[in-house]
């Protein structure tokens, strides 16, 4: 079992819908990443959390660490918003990222 | 500035070649990271450099060779490579390793082996 699971693995969705993609993960953590890597590679860090629920414009990142779980929302869902969504965690005890499988997302017009 | 920059974007190389990859970042963060991308994988965790030295190798092949001139840059020299390391390669730099370490990733570089 990997320590950071990510799901759904796939996600196709209409323009204007609103995203769900979660992680769960198994150890404890220092913090989560959720990640957006577009085709041709290059990774955008799209927001760091510890506690609560972050918001930028929109899209809304929640983390519930007693349930070691996070959610990534994406509302008014648009095909520029199609990638893949990674979700990583910072371990308490180490210094590295553990990252999930990734969640791929197409969003059609 | 907030970007991390690599070059080159693209690389072809043959088996006995040596190329080097380089990634700079200016903005003063002392933790630079390689990482090895598969297609449809997440990243792996290939070195960290904390303070211009190695902190963590992943026991990553010695045909893998990596360079921390100064904090700015982060080199990754390449010699007798295998076309399984064909890959994406990024770099990736944090304000401090470890906890708090919000890393910001370069576009990478597309490395392909013959």
């Known amino acids: 079992k990997n320590e950071v699971e990510q799901s759904p693995q796939n996600l196709t969705a209409q323009e204007g819908e609103f995203i769900t993609i979660n992680c769960s993960y198994s150890?404890?953590?220092?913090?989560l990443h959720w990640l957006q890597q577009h085709p041709g590679g290059g990774i955008v860090s799209l927001f760091m959390?510890?506690?609560g629920k972050k918001k930028h414009g929109r899209l809304i990142a929640t983390i519930n660490i007693q349930e070691k779980h996070s959610s990534l929302h994406i509302t008014a869902s648009h095909p520029r918003d199609s990638a893949v969504y990674i979700c990583a965690v910072m371990e308490t005890s180490g210094s590295r990222l553990t990252f999930g499988e990734g969640t791929q997302l197409t969003v059609n017009p | 500035d907030t970007e991390v920059t690599q070059t080159p974007k693209h690389l072809v190389m043959g088996m006995t070649n040596k190329k080097s990859l380089k990634c700079e970042q200016h903005?003063?963060?002392?933790?630079m990271y390689w990482y090895k991308q598969k297609a449809k994988k997440p990243p792996e965790l290939m070195f960290v450099y904390s303070y211009e030295k190695l902190s963590i190798n992943e026991s990553v092949p010695s045909r893998f060779s990596p360079e921390c001139p100064n904090s700015s840059l982060l080199n990754l020299h390449l010699h007798a490579l295998q076309p399984e390391d064909s890959a994406l390669y990024l770099c990736?730099?944090?304000?401090?390793?470890?906890?708090?370490?919000?890393?910001?990733f370069g576009p990478g570089t597309r490395l392909t082996v013959l």
């Open positions: 990736a730099s944090s304000r401090l390793a470890g906890v708090g370490g919000e890393q910001f």
């Open positions: 150890v404890g953590i220092s913090a």
């Open positions: 903005m003063g963060h002392r933790a």
């Open positions: 959390l510890s506690s």
